[in-house]
């Protein structure tokens, strides 16, 4: 074992967090754990993860629940295709009987690609597959001094094949959770601890006064900027709502009235919807919005990972009626806690009056 692995274990062991999917080798838990934690934050994951595990206690029962009930427990989390992986995945695991022991087999499942299969593979049945996240990445870089930018072909390769190099086969699963935890604690993207390193003495970017320019990362994809308005429609105790449909974000989840602002007519799902939807309620044939409407929250910026939405929200209580645009339904207010939602639309209600 070399003295780097050596350190990162005896790190681990006297630092390593205390997370309750550690404290099993359940593959299901851990398997759940690592999907959450898929762009979230310990912090905020953890919670999700309790409440999964609460109310679905093994892979047969997520199995067997009905994609809206997993949506809704998934809402607030983001990157809701996670969610219906997770669903899926699970069906997957019910009718193989067990769950996948092999990295083949892991990654065989709806969603898991080669991190998440290592991450389970290793902690779960101690295979000896070396993860590669953000985290690991910056120690590696920075220890070994690897300037090969981050998000290449060329280091995923390169920092696949060290961290591979490194991992002790009698204790993988620790080496990845050490790795893991010694990013996100010690060796942090802003203000590492460097001075309380127990890697300071061998790390090349330390050495070199390097340590803020490593890893060198690649020019990330540009923010798009969307913007559109979201109608509650208010009628005798009633709302409209659609469920969004497939091939943009928020597949699944269900929404007031959309009335898309861009100049083009493409609607915010990627399809087209009349440039008048709800139509003699509208003043103009150029004008998407009801007459009566009001402006309850104007402006709105939500941010998601390559797109700024820029919203203006409305609530209209018609006097009659309205003929609904294709794929909405009437649904009594009282009701609208039981759909699955983006978190968009549930700040936004928050400024609806009652």
């Known amino acids: 074992m070399s003295p780097f692995s050596e350190t990162i274990l005896a790190w681990y062991s006297a630092y390593g967090r205390d997370l309750p999917w550690r404290r099993t080798r359940d593959p299901y838990a851990i398997w759940l754990s690592e999907i959450i934690l ?9 919670a999700y993860w309790e409440r999964f595990m609460e109310r ?3 892979v047969e029962a997520l199995a067997q629940a009905g994609e809206d009930e997993v949506l809704r427990l998934w809402q607030g989390l983001g990157y809701y295709s996670r969610a219906r ?3 899926a995945a699970a069906r997957q695991i019910a009718v193989l009987g067990r769950f996948p022991d092999t990295l083949d087999g892991i990654k065989a499942l709806k969603g898991v690609g080669d991190y998440t299969a290592a991450a389970i593979g290793s902690i779960a049945f101690g295979l000896p597959a070396a993860v590669v996240d953000g985290n690991v990445y910056r120690v590696l870089a920075r220890h070994y001094g690897i300037a090969t930018p981050v998000g290449s072909t060329a280091a995923k390769k390169e920092f696949s094949a060290l961290a591979q190099s490194l991992l002790p086969p009698e204790r993988p699963g620790d080496f990845n959770q050490g790795m893991m935890d010694f990013g996100a604690l010690q060796c942090t993207p802003a203000a590492p601890l460097c001075p309380l390193c127990p890697l300071a003495g061998s790390c090349a970017a330390l050495a070199a006064g390097a340590v803020d320019r490593l890893p060198v990362k690649e020019k990330g994809a540009a923010v798009q900027e969307r913007r559109f308005d979201y109608v509650y429609v208010r009628f005798r105790g009633r709302t409209a709502i659609r469920r969004r449909g497939p091939g943009d974000i928020w597949t699944g989840l269900y929404e007031p009235l959309v009335c898309d602002q861009r100049l083009d007519g493409v609607a915010y799902d990627g399809g087209r919807i009349p440039r008048n939807p709800l139509g003699r309620f509208a003043p103009t044939a150029s004008d998407q919005l009801p007459k009566d409407a009001m402006l309850l ?4 910026k939500h941010q998601l990972t390559h797109r700024t939405l820029l919203v203006d929200f409305y609530l209209w209580e018609p006097a009659e009626a309205p003929a609904l645009p294709d794929g909405y339904v009437w649904i009594d207010e009282a009701e609208l806690d039981r759909y699955a939602k983006p978190r ?3 700040l936004l209600l928050e400024s609806l009056p009652r």
């Open 344 to 346: 968009l639309f549930e």
């Open 85 to 87: 992986n997770l669903h």
């Open 56 to 58: 679905f206690p093994t």
């Open 38 to 46: 898929q762009q979230t934050r310990i912090a905020q994951g953890q």
């Open 297 to 300: 929250k104007a402006g709105v």
